[in-house]
């Protein structure tokens, strides 16, 4: 899977610019804040449909624009597709080949990345909403199914807390059930899904902290909590705890039961990685897990998805350095720094000097 042009208009700091990448290493180089990263997280944006560092598309408008848009042509074992979002104050639109998607779910995943950044320390470093993003980020890009479920559940855990906080507290108890099996049905599935896609992360990103440590670090991921059986089993299961938490969910206003509650626990030599690793400690970790998760992807589809390195060289000494470029071997790559040292990536690499938003 390669991204081979990317189209910016009116996105973040760029009036409009093309990038053409190859196979292999692409750097992206120059100095801070010249827009590097948002290069970056437009190819993040297309493959998710979803902003890595906020909350509300507008903010991906050009200042003093009204729309932007984002678009590119992929190269996939399937052929070449082309992917388009545009984005305007308060809503967005989805184009695959031309084609309007009504449906996010039917445009997450038509091209698969993987991102890694200093930032991503928050995976180890931070609470469980971390976690639990990548969760849904990396499993959405894989597997519609897991995507749907999501989207539903969502929307009912929205309409099942708004229910939480009515004062007619008899209205509530008759209506919770009806609720509580829609809820335990798409609960379950995320729930089933998770556990086996951890099952395959967790070894994958041992593997890879193994060598990027040479072996001194044993790194394992584990579910907080665990589930059994299949998705009926655990549907009946969650029905049963949601009926005996309505007293505490009643009085907290919102619903204490459910993946959106679950946390997966990084371990590093046995100890939680949250409270006890390094800052290089939790870069390793995270990049290992980074490592895995393009690993899965190449399992899952059959095709190596893009990784995007966002200013992570100069967050590693120079042994690792060379570890993770011999790592990734093999995938097309979008790296961002200031300096693009060709005596570490090599004179064969694209290299794109951009300032002010513009490819000079």
Sequence with gaps: MLVKKLRLENFRNYEEETFSFTEGL????????????NCAEAVFYLCTGASLRIRHDRQLIRY?????????ICSTRYGEISLEARIFENKRELYVNGNRMTRAVDFIGNMNCVFFSPGELRLVQDGPDERRR???LSLSQTSREY???LLRYQRILEQRNNLLKERDVSLVLETLPVWDAQFAQYAARIACKRREYLSALSSLAAEAHAYLTDGAEELSLLPEREYRGGEEEVAASLVRELGASY???????FT?????RDDVRILIDGKDARGYSSQGQARTAALSVKLAEAAIFRKLTGETPVLILDDVMSELDLPRRKK????IDGLQCILTCTHAARGLYGASVNK?????????
């Design 147 to 149: 995507c749907t479920a």
């Design 352 to 360: 794109i000097r951009i300032q002010g938003g513009k490819i000079v």
């Design 256 to 260: 204490t039961v459910g993946p959106h």
């Design 247 to 253: 007293e505490r969910d009643l009085r907290l206003g």
């Design 324 to 327: 993770l470029l011999s790592r």
């Design 134 to 136: 990548f969760l849904n």
């Design 64 to 72: 003093g624009a009204e729309y932007a848009c984002v678009s590119a």
């Design 26 to 37: 692409n750097v992206l180089a120059g100095r801070n804040a010249q827009g590097k990263t």
